[in-house]
């Protein structure tokens, strides 16, 4: 069975720095992908980055990055120079092949940005 | 890009009545749906996988017989909540995945979400 786990239920940072949310997983999967997901408080969830387990170099789209380790199993997000908009839950998420692709999601990192 | 529809957006109902929630995907063919329920501050529970033409694959402590799951075209799933009551007030939300993509990386596309809450 699948499981996510974030640790950190909040943090705050300042505007301008960079932060890494934490973000560890549980499969027996040889295939499965890893994801970050932003939900402001609209509620809408908004993709981030995705990670698949047999891609070799870690994902970046923009500000976002992903640090994968996988003998960790550890999937950790980094955002570089965060803004005020950044303020939001982030979920880190997982999908097995598996398990019909369907996205499980961690407990969530509420995310706050100090000005 | 895709889009995922959600209605209604708000609903308020009185408990012992029953309430469905709309999830259309506007712009692609969905095959698969799923249904998620969230509680204030709280994450996201898969509650169900909805395939079209075929009956609900529901996750493990959801009443099957109480979230009625109906995905009756490529485009559209309905969830009914039965005989709502006051703990059922949740954040209801679905995500469609575009038919014919075989790969993880291909993105679950999530509607805006459903607030419910039962008096």
């Known amino acids: 069975a699948q499981k996510i786990t974030q640790t950190q239920p909040g943090m705050f940072v300042q505007e301008k720095e960079a932060v890494t949310l934490d973000c560890t997983y549980d499969?027996?999967?040889?295939?499965?992908?890893l994801f970050w997901y932003k939900q402001p408080s609209s509620g809408e969830m908004i993709f981030l980055i995705y990670q698949g387990s047999y891609d070799e170099q870690n994902a970046t789209e923009g500000r976002y990055s992903l640090n994968f380790q996988k003998a960790r199993k550890s999937a950790n997000l980094v955002i570089s120079a965060s803004q005020l908009g950044d303020s939001a839950m982030y979920f880190c998420a997982m999908s097995e092949y598996s398990s019909a692709s369907k996205i499980i999601f961690g407990s969530g990192t509420r995310l706050s940005i100090r000005p | 890009g895709a889009v995922v529809s959600q209605h209604p957006s708000w609903v308020i109902c009185k408990s012992g009545t029953s309430v469905k929630i709309e999830c259309r995907s506007l712009d692609f063919q969905a095959t698969t749906m799923f249904w998620y329920r969230q509680f204030p501050k709280q994450s996201l529970m898969l509650m169900a996988t909805s395939n079209e033409g075929s009956k609900a694959t529901y996750e493990q402590g959801v009443e099957k017989d109480k979230f009625l799951i109906n995905h009756a075209s490529l485009t559209l799933s309905t969830l009914t909540v039965t005989s709502a009551h006051p703990e059922d007030s949740s954040f209801y939300i679905c995500s469609a995945r575009r038919s014919g993509t075989g790969g993880l990386k291909e993105t679950q596309y999530f509607g805006p979400g459903t607030r419910l809450l039962v008096l």
């Open positions: 499969t027996s999967d040889q295939s499965y992908g």
